[in-house]
């Protein structure tokens, strides 16, 4: 169990990088020899700095009972969780139109009208968001504990904490699909992931034998579900927006299912590898240092907002990318590389991917070993993190995510000082 995330990480991040190779966008790669070698270079050092902490760790038993303490704080936090995602779902339904079940309903039968309103409410947003806006970004940290939490102590928490969980995730997700975008559900999707490993790590051997195809079971289904809806959405935008950049389909694969199908079977595969086209452009383009603010368009605009910081003085690779060879920085992905790059250059992000292994790496064994609630938090935000590498850096996206890993991190680092002070004054 120690190396499956790896496992799983490589076999995605590798798979979307071959599978790239296959798709027409392949034979405008600039340099194919540039781009292999920094992206299997990159890819090797996250491996690295991985396999580096699992040796570096002593062997010992997996934790399978936790003290009643931690279980009342878990079902605190599923609680908050299960309303703050509730407060999300319909704060941002009333912000983006939704004027009852009937047009909720319109929206989620036709995905590319949401989108096409998801649009239009974007531009006309003004520079000041709501109040009610703000604050729940700020407590963006809420947003990181439903899913895994509820996943992982299933069988531990009440009936009314399921309820109440399933209840504000189904707000949430709701919200997506009213807009015709998969962001939301899909990092549900990816938290759950998450803590349905560490579950099935905290089981004894012969219960993870005895429930293993049930949990196989669940995870094909949430993919199937997901994966069938996002085919459904990219199909109706396929049909009704025609660019003269998307990804023309396959004659052959046109002619088995139809030009509509076809056409959203082409746009949902490009999604995990149009990226590696755009971080193929982004290699060309020369280096300058964006102020250490180009990794993070929210913390940016934040910035911007409040500081009135100049946007010519740190943009982004992509930015630059997108003035030098046309590859729209914020319509089409990129991959995570240029983002991180533009404050670390490409060099510093392959030593940068080392060190994300690593972490990956000791926040799995400390959820798995030492049941840390934060490592479990941490380590479901770093899987959407590298769920999200073939397309741009999620966690910097959004200015609720940055607020939710801020301050996880920030509690982590915080906990981990206060544990050492207190080993070495009883030490």
Known sequence: MLCLPLLIALTWMLGTFGAFWFTRLAARVPDPGKLCLFVLGATAMFAVGYLF?????RPRQVAH???????????????WGACYYAAVGLARLAEFGASGPESLVTSIRDPATGYLNKMEVYQLRTEQQSPVIITLALLGALGTVLAPLMVIYWRKISLRLRVAGIAGMALYALFYLYIGT??????????SAAGLLIMA?????RQRRVNRKREMAIAATIFVLVGGYMLHAQTDRATQFESPDRPAPNQTLERLVGREAAGGLTSAVSYPTQGYLGLAYNLETP???SDGLGSSPALTNLLERTLQVAPEKHLAYPHRTEELSGWPALMYWATIYPW???DLTFPGTVLFMGLLGWFFAHCWLRAIYHRRLLAMLIFGQLCILIAYIPANNQLGLASESVAGVTTLLILYAATALGRRSRSALTG
């Open 340 to 342: 991180l790059a533009s």
């Open 201 to 205: 790590a905290g089981r004894a051997r």
């Open 65 to 79: 009972t936790e003290p009643s303490e931690q279980l009342r704080r878990v079902s605190r936090l599923i609680f």
């Open 182 to 191: 998969m962001k939301g559900i899909g990092d549900l999707a990816v938290m």
């Open 287 to 289: 280096f300058e240092w």
């Open 53 to 57: 902490r699992i040796h570096a760790a």
